[in-house]
């Protein structure tokens, strides 16, 4: 009489979002971001991962690139993203190349990232 009712909420909220991948929330997790050039963006956190790409909170309010580097200061992986979409404070970003580590990373700006004053110039 009542099948509709048996779904479970996340086989509902699944069918609501039309996305190429599952997602997933983190808790707290840190992140920078670096223009292509190298160039220091500010620092965020990651709010929700996926496959695909990945949902973030921005520390200021300050334009984004379409194009730009995240590294992920818990899993120390660095990935190119593509801006998909603005919120506020709040962007969503596609990735161009997926998360790997940084020491795979010969571009010395890139590798930056990872130290502790990464932000102050040479």
Do not use: H
Request: a positive charge; one cysteine or more.
């Amino acid at each position: 009489m009542f099948k509709g009712l048996s779904l479970n909420r996340q086989t509902a909220m699944n069918a609501v979002q039309k996305r190429f991948f599952p997602r997933w929330r983190t808790r707290l997790r840190p992140a920078k971001l670096a223009s292509l050039t190298n160039d220091y963006i500010c620092d965020c956190t990651t709010r929700d991962i996926s496959q695909g790409g990945l949902r973030l909170l921005l520390n200021e309010d300050l334009p984004l690139p379409k194009e730009f580097y995240v590294f992920d200061v818990t899993e120390r992986t660095i990935s190119e993203v593509r801006l998909c979409w603005r919120d506020g404070l709040e962007a969503g970003v596609a990735y161009l190349v997926p998360p790997a580590s940084i020491a795979l990373y010969e571009n010395t700006g890139v590798r930056r990232l990872a130290q502790r004053f990464y932000a102050l110039e040479d």
